[in-house]
């Protein structure tokens, strides 16, 4: 079964902090790995994509890992901002990709929580 | 920019209602899909549709049924709400992109409707 695990659940931190949350998965064929953001009332919005030949990608202060061998990814806020307080979205497609529906997989989310 | 809209933010239904959620975007996206998304659950995907007229199933389609009969726009039906339908339900369109030697479905989601039923 295809799964998607996020840790920590949730995370405090001070305005100005760095943070790093944790994916793992057991998603096969794996295709791509996805990191969304979700403030509160709203849908989730993509931060960054990466295929298995990609370990590392930057969106601003946000910077994502892939490490396909152990299947895990991390997500890394450099200089955190009251504005990153949201959920942040694990996902993962399996499947050929291309131009057809690759099916998603969904952790359930890291709720980090930036305190001035 | 890729607009997707949901006719609501907010609906409070009594069980048995049949209830309508619809969903439009602008971007002529061949994909749309619609999910439900509970505390710790994550989202899950209820249908897609892939072309006008087409549809399949997702993980949870139980209890619910779509409608596409214009490229635009994807609804979303319960035939007989009932309570442990509560939840929120999100919407998405989808194109493929390039990226790294490979393409993919990019999703991008609409704001959300927070679904009560009573």
């Known amino acids: 079964k295809n799964q998607v695990e996020q840790s920590p659940q949730s995370l405090i931190i001070l305005e100005g902090k760095n943070c790093t949350l944790q994916?793992?998965?057991?998603?096969?064929?794996?295709?791509?790995l996805r990191w969304y953001k979700q403030d509160t009332g709203r849908g989730p919005v993509s931060l960054t994509i990466?295929?298995?030949?990609?370990n590392t990608k930057s969106n601003g202060r946000y910077t994502a890992t892939l490490d396909a061998d152990t299947k895990q990814s991390s997500l890394h806020i450099t200089a955190s901002q009251l504005s990153d307080s949201a959920s942040y979205i694990c996902?993962?497609?399996?499947?050929?990709?291309?131009?057809?529906?690759?099916?998603?997989?969904f952790g359930q989310g890291t709720i980090l929580t930036v305190h001035p | 920019d890729v607009k997707v809209t949901q006719s609501s933010r907010y609906l409070v239904k009594r069980t048995g209602e049949k209830v309508f959620l619809e969903c439009v975007q602008d971007m002529d996206h061949e994909n749309m899909f619609w999910y439900r998304q509970d505390p710790g659950l994550g989202l899950r995907l209820i249908y897609f549709s892939y072309d006008v007229k087409m549809k399949e199933k997702g993980d949870i389609p139980e209890g619910y049924s779509v409608s596409r009969e214009k490229k635009e726009r994807f609804s979303l039906i319960l035939e007989s709400a009932s309570t442990n339908q509560t939840s929120m339900y999100l919407c998405a369109s989808s194109l493929s992109i390039e990226s790294g030697g490979a393409s993919y479905n990019e999703q991008f989601f609409g704001p959300g409707t927070r679904l009560t039923v009573l």
């Open positions: 994916c793992n998965y057991t998603v096969s064929p794996f295709s791509n």
């Open positions: 996902v993962v497609s399996a499947g050929a990709g291309g131009t057809s529906y690759g099916k998603l997989t």
């Open positions: 990466m295929t298995f030949s990609e």
